[in-house]
């Protein structure tokens, strides 16, 4: 048996650390048939050293295209980042050139990709791509690079790694293969992991085995996180702050702690709602009989409502919200950790 | 199952089920190993009851949902519908009673075809069961489908793709329900939907049941979903039902170490719980082989020598529930520990 702790936790206190990546005002557009699509629009965010900041919100929303931006993956065309700054240690990663770039990836920003079966290589055996991912960015013998390959397998919990190394993907069950995908992200003690749903196609007793993984990882290296998901049981458990995502913008950011206790955006309360409670649920909320629900669906990106991206769906919509989209603004909170939201209204 | 609580009638019984799936290989194609995807599962579902059957991927969860149908032919075993035991029905006696017995699937984009608008996606069952006499009979029937699981009417001659997950299950379940079933399979029906969405599926499946007196066997890995959904949860491991009970039961005092592992690795959203969490170590084993005694000891914490050595059948556990049931040599066995069956297939 073993509890959850996070780093900030493990320290007893709120820990002073630095800021490794900054996003501002991040811009990304698709250009379709039909039109351009701002599937990113103006995001900003803060990364800081051994924390864990989760991204969250539904399908469609951006979450992926943030995190593929930073890593400069964005597929152009249809895609292009048409707006703001990627800072990496202070560096704007978006004036880097194709070879300062590649020698990022992996080495100082690793990222777990939400497809496991598409993001390994089918035709080559797992040592082989690890290894290889391995020999990209550190200066070793072959002999070494098999060592470190099968050292990573080892701390990922693949049982036998002599052996397991000299398979291919398809041999290998879906938690090990996220387990092969985890490890190849941390060959090279990247200073920044971005994990987009690496737990959600796994049963849940995998899930579990994932996450305290990865915590201990971040504990051990003192790597920073950037967690995308959308299951907010997974998100409360690991993550010190927040990012709430609706329509390619963020609406509500703030430490995990008042994202939970104290939302103030009507999207992240009705997301907060719609989760089933148990009956001997821990959080201590009464069960449900009926599920509170958020109506209707998310806007077509295409064709965005003037004024407030969440107003058909909102219960506490006024006609103000419909004249200009509200700004972030900060409710409480400092700059370290500010809790702002994208609402007009107070409730 | 011989004993049951609660009063109503067994709507559906299933009795020894089986199902195997021969892998050939070889150069004269012989079965050289065999996936037992469901072994010896019994449960009673009652009318108007929902079953909530749990159970991490690859358990044979959908195996034992499509057998229930004979979308897949059982290996052995039988099924009682209504007191008919289905299993001996022949191909023309089962497409009528099929009427009768729907299912729902997990992939709302996979089970449409893009070909067809909703108004002929939801003829097609009408037709086929003959229950349109006229145009207009049929197109009144169409809307009173819509108008049933939220659909707008002025999108019946729209394409699949034209909607949204949650908006293309709805059309799935209108299409299940357009033969007036009286038993559905739910398999995964809110997996692939985001949470927002996925309470619009379960407050719709639980209002149609009402409305309709719909009896469910609904399939999910999301505990708190089907906690939430379910009379009764069956947990399933490796073909098996490991531990059945009432739900609230089952959520307040499971038995079988596997249901607590599983209960326990459910995230909480509330970050100021620390949740004692049982971690499990091990490889998920493989229904082609499946280890010896209890099919979940490589994995369990509290495993023994006897473990591996006796097959624990589904005991009965302590209590007031009379239904709860456990497959765990260490459960609270209302008989008291004894050797259970010496392993064997
Ligand atoms: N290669 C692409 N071409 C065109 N549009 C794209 C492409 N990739 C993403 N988009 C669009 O960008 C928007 C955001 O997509 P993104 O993948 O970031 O969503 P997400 O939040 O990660 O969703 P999910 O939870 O489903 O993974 C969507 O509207 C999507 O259609
Ligand atoms: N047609 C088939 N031929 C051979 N093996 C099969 C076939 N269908 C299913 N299986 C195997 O039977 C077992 C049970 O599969 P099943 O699809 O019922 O699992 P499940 O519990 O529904 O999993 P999931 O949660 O991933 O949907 C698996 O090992 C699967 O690989
Ligand atoms: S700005 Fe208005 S419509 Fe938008 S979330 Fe706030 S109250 Fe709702
Ligand atoms: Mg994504
Ligand atoms: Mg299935």
């Known amino acids: 048996m073993r509890s959850i702790r996070r780093l900030s936790d493990l320290e007893g206190k709120e820990a002073m650390s630095e800021k490794i990546l900054e996003v501002k005002n991040l811009e990304t557009s698709f250009r379709l048939e039909e039109g351009v699509v701002v599937a990113v629009a103006g995001v900003s965010f803060d990364v800081y050293k051994g924390k864990t900041l989760g991204i969250v919100g539904e399908s469609g929303c951006g979450k992926s295209v943030t995190s593929l931006s930073i890593m400069r993956l964005i597929p152009n065309p249809p895609g292009k980042i048409t707006g703001g700054e990627i800072l990496y240690k202070g560096k704007n990663l978006l004036d880097f050139d194709a070879a300062a770039m590649r020698k990022v990836r992996g080495n100082e920003i690793s990222m777990i990709f939400q497809e496991p079966m598409t993001s390994l290589n089918p035709v080559f055996t797992i040592g082989n791509q690890i290894i290889e991912a391995i020999a990209l960015h550190q200066n070793l013998s072959k002999k070494e690079c098999r060592n470190k390959a099968i050292e990573m397998l080892k701390l990922v919990g693949i049982p036998s790694p002599e052996t397991r190394i000299d398979d291919y993907p398809h041999q290998l069950s879906g938690g090990m293969r996220q387990r092969v995908m985890i490890a190849m992200a941390l060959s090279c003690n990247p200073q920044v992991l971005i994990a987009d749903e690496p737990t959600t196609a796994l049963d849940v007793t995998i899930q579990a085995q994932i996450l305290e993984l990865l915590r201990e990882l971040q504990n051990r290296v003192g790597m920073a ?41 009507p999207y992240t309360r009705g997301l907060l709602n719609s989760i089933p409670t148990m009956k001997k649920d821990p959080t201590g909320k009464v069960k449900k009989t009926r599920l509170e629900t958020i ?20 219960t506490f919509v006024l006609d103000a919200c419909r004249q200009a989209e509200p700004e972030l603004r900060v409710i409480k909170g400092d700059d370290r950790l500010p809790h702002a939201i994208r609402c007009i209204r107070d409730i | 199952m011989s004993t049951q609580s609660n009063d109503g009638e067994i709507l559906l019984s299933v009795k020894n089920l089986v199902k195997r799936f021969p892998i050939k290989g070889g150069i004269l194609n012989r079965e050289v190993a065999t996936v037992r995807a469901v072994s010896d599962v019994s449960f009673d579902i ?16 959908s195996t034992l949902g499509r057998s229930i149908l004979r979308l897949i032919e059982p290996t052995s075993g039988n099924i009682f519908f209504k007191g008919q035991d289905i299993t001996k029905l022949g191909a023309d006696e089962m497409r009528r009673l099929r009427r009768r017995m729907q299912i729902i699937f997990q992939d709302p984009y996979a089970a449409l075809n893009p070909r067809m608008t ?44 034209e909607f949204s997950g949650g908006q293309r299950q709805r059309i799935c379940i209108a299409r299940a329900l357009a033969v007036e079933p009286e038993f559905i399979v739910c398999d995964e029906p ?56 009432e739900s609230e039961v089952l959520y307040e005092n499971p038995q079988h170490p596997y249901t607590r592992a599983l209960l326990s690795a459910i995230p909480i959203p509330d970050p100021t719980i620390k949740k004692e969490r049982i971690i499990l170590r091990g490889d998920v084993p493989s229904p082609i082989n499946p280890p010896a005694g209890c099919y979940f000891h490589p994995r369990c914490p509290i495993a023994t020598q006897k473990c591996q050595e006796v097959w624990p059948k589904l005991y009965e556990i302590n209590g007031e529930s009379k239904i709860h049931r456990a497959a765990c040599l260490y459960a609270d066995r209302k008989d008291g520990p004894d050797e259970g069956i010496l392993s064997s297939r």
């Open chain 1, 225 to 265: 996180m950037i967690l995308i998901t959308h299951d907010l049981g997974v998100v409360a458990e690991v993550c010190d702050e927040v990012v709430v995502m609706y329509a390619g913008k963020v609406v509500e950011q703030g430490s995990v702690e008042e994202i939970f206790k104290n939302p103030k955006h």
């Open chain 1, 295 to 314: 109506p209707g669906i998310v806007p077509n990106m295409l064709h965005l409502p003037k004024g407030c991206r969440f107003q058909d769906r909102c």
């Open chain 2, 46 to 61: 009652r009318k108007g009851e929902t079953l909530g059957l749990v159970g991490e991927s690859g358990c044979g969860k």
């Open chain 2, 118 to 161: 909703v108004e002929q996606i939801l003829s097609e069952p009408l037709e086929i069961h003959g229950l349109a006499e006229s145009r207009e009979a049929k197109r009144k029937r169409i809307f009173q489908l819509m108008d049933l699981v939220g659909l707008r009417r002025e999108s019946i001659s729209r394409y699949p793709h």
């Open chain 2, 190 to 245: 809110v997996s692939a939907l985001d949470v927002s969405i996925q309470a619009q599926i379960v407050n719709l499946l639980q209002d149609l049941q009402k409305e309709l007196g719909l009896t469910y066997l609904f399939i999910a890995h999301d505990l708190k979903v089907v906690e939430h959904i379910s009379t009764r949860v069956a947990v399933m491991y490796l073909g098996k039902i490991v531990e059945t009970a």
